[in-house]
């Protein structure tokens, strides 16, 4: 009898993950208000490099992969996706561990160390919420703490 409840309570733990096409997540972001949003546009969303007719993502893997997204470079004309490409090839419950403790959450990798809280490392918890809430195939809650960091002052400095 244990084993079966262990199992169950095991599964209400996992997350719903999931993957999303660049289409997918470029449309989620439109009707999240995120078209626009603090100065970065989801107009030019081609995904052309400069240098080469080929589609820019998938599948493009630049060698200065933060400062590409980082920077409003030509090669990036849609940050929140190059972002979200680079950070967690558009999965949803992407995760990693930092040097210092702390964790990167979701689908834009947000910091346990200032945006959300977890129960590895001390947090500012300035959006608010669970660093688990960032995982799941809602992005909503990414979303909304995506807003609140690009208002930081700093904009995108501050992910």
Not at 131 to 145: A, E, G, K, Q, V
Request: charged share 15%.
């Amino acid at each position: 009898m244990g084993c079966p409840l262990l199992l169950l309570a095991l599964l209400t733990v996992v997350t719903k993950a999931k993957v999303l096409s660049q289409c997918e997540l470029a449309h989620l972001l439109q009707e999240e208000g995120l078209g626009g949003y603090g100065g970065y546009s989801l107009a030019n969303c081609e995904f052309q490099s400069p240098v080469s007719p080929q589609p820019f993502l998938p599948g493009c893997h630049h060698p200065q992969r933060w400062q590409l997204w980082h920077s409003r470079s030509a090669f990036c004309p849609c940050p929140g996706l190059c972002m979200a490409f680079y950070e967690s090839t558009f999965n949803t419950a992407a995760q990693s561990i930092e040097a210092d403790g702390s964790a990167d959450y979701g689908i834009s990798q947000i910091s346990s160390q200032h945006w959300c809280t977890d129960d590895r490392s001390p947090s500012d918890n300035r959006c608010g919420m669970s660093c688990r809430d960032l995982l799941s195939s809602n992005i909503t809650d990414d979303i909304i703490c995506a807003k609140i960091i690009v208002r930081n002052p700093q904009g995108r400095d501050a992910w």
